[in-house]
């Protein structure tokens, strides 16, 4: 699976989009792209997933450059209870040759929504 | 919608004692990850099954053995328990071979902490 880059850390306003960048330029044709993100001792919660077009649902957009390249989640209007680390997760489905379906961890990004 | 349902939720343990984990994936989902996090680090993968088989291993300790049975439930078994093996462990499930790629959705975690 490619591996992500994401920055360490990243502050937010209350109310203001959150935009949080993922680097993923050495993604093969197949792989997804997976949000997910951990508030403080909780597990890990799905945000969202695309693998070519952007997705919107009912938490977050997911941004997906046209090479594929690099990914932008955003939160349209950040509250403080979004305040979590952020993993962006590149994977390659078992239905499209992938060896298994776990998630491989990064370090994320921490986002914090200030009041 | 029913989660994933981890027990105990916290579980103190003496060194060198053995501990199990119990994991209730979400209904209908064949496949169970364990995870194990450890203070201040990021979610690490042990191990996952598909229909009660051993589909992948990651950096599972020797000392430590998981299954999965014919009701998809899934026990993580823990013996000659060290200090180190402190830690949140997350139960995960997911179907295995869905279209659009498959969500993985994670348990609100198990804490161990072993004195």
């Known amino acids: 699976d490619a591996k992500t880059t994401q920055p360490p850390s990243m502050d937010c306003a209350e109310g203001r989009a959150a935009n949080l960048p993922c680097n993923h330029s050495?993604?093969?044709?197949?792989?997804?792209v997976y949000w997910y993100r951990q508030i403080h001792s909780q597990g890990p919660q799905y945000i969202i997933h695309g693998l070519k077009n952007n997705e919107t649902n009912e938490m977050a957009s997911l941004i997906i450059t046209e090479d594929r390249k690099s990914s932008t989640l955003i939160l349209p209007h950040a509250t403080l209870r979004d305040t979590a680390v952020y993993y962006c997760i590149v994977r390659l489905p078992v239905d499209y040759g992938g060896a298994t379906n776990k998630l491989i961890f990064g370090t994320g990004t921490l986002l914090a929504v200030q009041p | 919608a029913a989660g994933v349902i981890q027990s105990p939720r916290h579980l103190i343990k003496e060194k060198r004692e053995t501990a199990t984990l119990k994991c209730y994936p979400i209904?209908?989902?064949?496949?169970v990850y364990w995870y194990q996090q450890g203070p201040g680090q990021d979610p690490q993968f042990l191990i996952s099954?598909?229909?009660?088989?051993?589909?992948d291993k990651g950096s599972i300790p020797d000392r430590f053995s998981a299954q999965q049975f014919s009701d998809y439930h899934s026990e993580l078994n823990m013996s000659s328990l060290e200090l180190g093996d402190s830690a949140l462990y997350f139960c995960?499930?997911?179907?295995?071979?869905?279209?659009?790629?498959?969500?993985?959705?994670f348990g609100e975690g198990s804490w161990l902490t072993v004195v």
């Open positions: 995960a499930s997911s179907l295995f071979n869905p279209p659009k790629g498959n969500t993985i959705y």
């Open positions: 050495t993604i093969s044709g197949n792989e997804y």
């Open positions: 099954f598909y229909e009660k088989m051993q589909s």
């Open positions: 209904p209908r989902h064949d496949t």
